[in-house]
């Protein structure tokens, strides 16, 4: 690319074989057109639903979007993706039969990809191998951050304040059925049953009574073998703060945003978090006192502070009657779509969507390869 000699190349990485594909293809299409390219060049490496990694041309990424009610997913038939480490670092290239073209260096891994093998610590670990810089957490904080039962217990013992719950293994409810059942009866209902490593609420439901219990166990291991319960929050306010690593200090917090159901009973679903319009009002930023304000942005930062994150993070909180908030999660990545919660409440925080995707690139290059 001649006109631009200084441009820094930026593979994205989106699909994959999580449940979360199309949001991430969604995500993919929305920073591809934001994306300033008099600054950057975007390389586009699609993982199929089925685990191929194929080359998708930026023009043809720039158009993935809700098309008829139709989620964008990463096309199968695509040149073959081939990532290599070359003499100079990581380098992707096209498979031609035997041979290999269009082999090009890369500066920046963006994998916008969410649940297991995106967000969870896995396409990390090869970006480490690849000798490449790479935007957001790395291996450890985004593997605990995936999951819910080891998220928990690292905040728990960071001093963070997090909600009861219980996890069930796949050998413990094997083995030992009522045991676990047991275990789950020490919380108070409604219980919220979830895959311990899922996303976008998929696989989660909300138990009112011990009678619901089982099937709704047996319904989230259709998603993961591994299954958290948690003590239901009834009657807290939804509030997510965006986080940034700040290079020079503490990290950036942005205005809390809060997630309005619009009936008491609902909880923030997959419908709800994708087809919005009737059951849920995203406010950005939320109501909230100063006060409060001051103590959740401080509670977000120490979050990830605490989970020894880097990049970003969103941090879901709940707010209980006194006013008082608690940690429900830590998305190391969050939906990036220009109008999903993270961008907006950097927006109305004052750093706008491409400015914040060219802060995230900056932050993956100024930071040293290897053990940090
Ligand atoms: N312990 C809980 N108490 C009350 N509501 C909950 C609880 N856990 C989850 N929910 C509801 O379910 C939604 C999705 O749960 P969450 O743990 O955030 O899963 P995901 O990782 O899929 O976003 C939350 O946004 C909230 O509305
Ligand atoms: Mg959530």
């Known amino acids: 690319m001649t006109e631009h000699p200084n441009r820094v190349r930026v593979a994205l990485f989106f699909g994959g074989v999580s449940s979360e594909h199309e949001i991430s293809c969604l995500t993919a299409g929305s920073a591809a057109r934001a994306i300033d390219p008099e600054r950057f060049e975007v390389v586009g490496i699609g993982i199929t639903g089925d685990g191929r990694w194929v080359r998708i041309p930026p023009a043809e990424l720039a158009g993935y979007e809700v098309v008829d009610g139709k989620l964008p997913r990463v096309a199968s038939d695509r040149p073959e993706a081939v990532l290599l480490r070359g003499p100079a670092g990581a380098e992707v290239a096209t498979r031609d039969g035997d041979r290999l073209c269009e082999i090009a260096g890369i500066d920046v891994a963006f994998a916008l990809l969410h649940g297991p093998w995106g967000e969870d610590g896995t396409i990390q670990g090869l970006f480490e191998m690849l000798g490449v810089r790479y935007v957001g957490a790395g291996v450890a904080a985004s593997a605990i951050g995936m999951d819910k039962d080891l998220m928990k217990r690292a905040m728990a013992g960071a001093g963070l304040p997090v909600g009861p719950w219980v996890a069930i293994t796949p050998a413990q409810w094997r083995d030992d059925r009522a045991g676990c059942l047991a275990r789950v009866a020490g919380l108070s209902f409604p219980v919220f049953v979830k895959p311990a490593r899922g996303?976008?609420?998929?696989?989660?439901?909300?138990?009112?009574?011990p009678d619901g219990l089982?099937?709704?166990?047996?319904?989230?291991?259709?998603?993961?073998?591994?299954?958290v319960v948690e003590q239901g929050f009834v009657g807290v306010r939804e509030i997510e703060l965006s986080v940034l690593e700040d290079l020079t200090g503490p990290p950036r917090v942005s205005l809390p945003g809060e997630i309005l159901m619009h009936t008491t009973d609902a909880f923030y679903d997959f419908d709800a978090k994708y087809l919005p319009e009737e059951q849920v009002t995203l406010r950005v930023p939320a109501d909230v006192t100063p006060e409060l304000r001051t103590a959740m942005q401080e509670l977000a930062g120490r979050t990830f502070a605490a989970m020894a994150v880097e990049g970003l993070a969103r941090v879901d909180l709940f707010v209980d009657a006194d006013g008082v908030p608690w940690v429900n999660e830590l998305n190391t990545m969050p939906g990036f779509t220009r109008t999903s919660m993270f961008p907006m409440m950097w927006a109305a925080s004052g750093l706008e969507y491409p400015d914040l995707i060219a802060t995230l690139v900056e932050l993956a290059l100024a930071r040293p390869l290897g053990l940090r």
Do not use: H, L, N, T
């Open 214 to 227: 089982e099937a709704a166990i047996i319904e989230a291991q259709r998603f993961d073998p591994k299954v």
């Open 199 to 209: 996303g976008s609420s998929i696989g989660i439901v909300r138990v009112d009574d």
